[in-house]
């Protein structure tokens, strides 16, 4: 059994920065990917960003390039999301995910493949991020 856990939402000005967390509990091989999506009030859950265990690999939503980064710490088996330059619609609920035992392919969820949420196996609870404008 895997649980995610995150942190580090809030409320924010337009222009302002905030970094999430998501923590790992359980025991995982190094095949995996995680990923970060969100939902904006009414709509649907989106990608945001992605990150494979092993290689360390990422890919983004258009939304998300340029100003948001997805990075890992394998010792305290953690990722996150640094948004910087937060407008106000990337209000939303932002979720991590984990895809476990992608094999020595793993990084196929680099490409389309982390958009599809039914290619994750597990989520964390959501934190909020309200920007204000």
């Known amino acids: 059994q895997v649980h995610l856990v995150e942190s580090g939402g809030g409320l924010v000005q337009a222009g302002g920065s905030l970094r999430l967390s998501c923590a790992v509990l359980?025991?995982?091989?190094?095949?995996?990917?995680m990923a970060w999506f969100r939902q904006p009030p009414g709509k649907e859950r989106e990608f945001v960003a992605v990150?494979?265990?092993?290689?360390?690999?990422?890919a983004y939503a258009d939304s998300a390039k340029g100003r948001f980064t997805i990075s890992k710490d394998n010792a305290k088996n953690t990722v996150y999301l640094q948004m910087n330059s937060l407008k106000p619609e990337d209000t939303a609920g932002y979720y991590c995910?984990?895809?476990?035992?992608?094999?020595?392919?793993?990084?196929?969820?680099?490409?389309?493949?982390?958009?599809?949420?039914?290619?994750?196996?597990?989520w964390g609870q959501g934190t909020q991020v309200t920007v204000s404008s």
């Open positions: 995910a984990i895809a476990l035992g992608l094999g020595p392919d793993a990084e196929r969820a680099l490409g389309q493949w982390a958009s599809f949420k039914t290619n994750y196996d597990y």
């Open positions: 359980g025991r995982t091989r190094n095949d995996y990917a």
């Open positions: 990150i494979t265990w092993g290689g360390g690999g990422t």
